[in-house]
């Protein structure tokens, strides 16, 4: 199996290798999901240790979230003018010493600036990774690494509150943020050996930073670019409804335990690994265009399916789960498929295509995180309506500005 690479290497006379490289990416995009989520479990530990209320705590996650989304929107398009690795490296180390920040944090206030800092910083790793490898790949060989990194993000947030559990329940929170801060030097460390500068010189914007940004303003006009982002930013709001509001349904409504829902969440989770690596595969005899069209279909159908059973004769815990299986699995193929057709629409600007793709799948899904709640968390129904509703907007965006039957179905 071969891939095709492109641009010179700046460090190397010789391209890196192609596992090397894409493991250190994989890392670099797991950078957002285990910091969101590895400190959940010592919420409780914190709010005593802190003298903090469990909403104070929770607004140091939205501000990670807040900067996630800004330090993406920044940093992808000023790597389109001043190249990805120096950005790389000053974004890995910063993203350590911000966690170590976190990890000595004396209040709450500090904590939130502190969590706010690193989301920004470690934005860097989540938007440059996808960028290096739109310099770096083309056709089939794009879709299946953007495969691994679908993967990584599926896997990740189930294994991100284990890990954080068993740390601090063996020292303590603080001990969370000191392992992310090792994480981020072993990144450091990782992207200083084997990622290489994959834009050259003379395939930059010139021009600065203003340049860079009005190359990303540019972007609004690309009608099909476009498409792909919202297709994203609508299903992302599905997941999202989905993951804030899954524990309620499934504990609250339906009386699952905590291990059950895990094993419900993690059972979902692989639902989307088997669509990131099944599109992988088929990407090299199918258009991914079509493979999108049928990862929106699916997620439509099922979450469909759901809200309807619940309106009518009541959902069961069986049905509920069989209905969120199978939209997992459609949004594997969607996220996947988004990813790799947005990136080679906008291929002269990989840095700010890569910035609006993921701005967009973080706000989206951040604004509509609260909603579930809003409209009752005592009932599997408003989780269902509103991941219904968040697909069907990527149905109609997908057919008002993707218009897949206008376009050639060939690779990215």
Do not use: K
Not at 190 to 210: K, M, N, T
Not at 231 to 243: C, H, K, R
């Amino acid at each position: 199996m071969t891939s095709t690479l492109t641009g010179p290497t700046a460090t190397t006379g010789a391209p890196p290798r192609t596992g090397l490289l894409i493991t250190v990416l994989a890392g670099l995009t797991a950078v957002a999901p285990l910091a969101t989520d590895m400190y959940v479990p010592a919420f409780p530990e914190m709010t005593g240790s802190l003298g903090a209320t469990s909403s104070g705590i929770q607004l140091s996650m939205t501000a990670f979230l807040i900067g996630l989304v800004i330090g993406q929107l920044v940093i992808g398009p000023i790597s389109d003018g001043h190249g990805r690795r120096r950005l790389l490296l000053g974004g890995s180390a910063l993203f350590a010493v911000f966690s170590l920040l976190c990890a000595v944090a004396p209040t709450i206030q500090v904590l939130t600036v502190a969590r706010l800092l690193e989301g920004l910083t470690g934005a860097a790793g989540m938007v440059i990774a996808r960028a290096v490898l739109t310099d770096r790949f083309h056709g089939a060989d794009v879709a299946r690494h953007f495969a691994v990194l679908s993967m990584i993000i599926g896997v990740a947030p189930v294994a991100a509150p284990v890990i954080g559990g068993f740390i601090a329940t063996a020292f303590s929170w603080r001990a969370v943020f000191v392992t992310l801060a090792l994480f981020g030097v072993l990144l450091l460390l990782a992207v200083w050996r084997f990622v290489p500068e994959s834009l050259p010189a003379e395939h930059r914007h010139p021009g600065g930073i203003g340049a860079a940004f009005r190359v990303m303003a540019g972007l609004t006009r690309n009608r099909p670019f476009m498409g792909y982002v919202l297709v994203l930013g609508f299903a992302s709001a599905a997941l999202f409804a989905y993951i804030s509001g899954s524990s309620f349904v499934f504990q609250d409504v339906y009386g699952a335990s905590a291990t059950a829902y895990s094993l419900i969440f993690a059972v979902n989770a692989v639902a989307i690994l088997i669509a990131s690596g099944l599109l992988g595969v088929l990407s090299r005899h199918l258009p991914l265009i079509r493979l999108l069209s049928l990862g929106v279909g699916i997620a439509v159908l099922a979450t469909l399916a759901q809200a309807a059973i619940d309106l009518t004769v009541g959902g069961t815990l069986a049905s509920t789960w069989i209905c969120l299986f199978v939209t997992m699995f459609g949004m594997g193929l969607t996220i996947t498929s988004c990813y790799t057709l947005g990136q080679g629409a906008a291929r002269h600007a990989a840095g700010g295509a890569s910035a609006m793709l993921g701005g967009a799948q973080f706000l989206l899904g951040a604004a509509v995180s609260p909603l579930v709640g809003l409209f009752g968390e005592t009932s599997p129904t408003p989780m269902a309506v509103i991941m219904a509703l968040g697909f069907l907007g990527s149905l109609a965006m997908l057919l008002l500005l993707v218009r897949p039957r206008q376009l050639r179905p060939t690779a990215p």
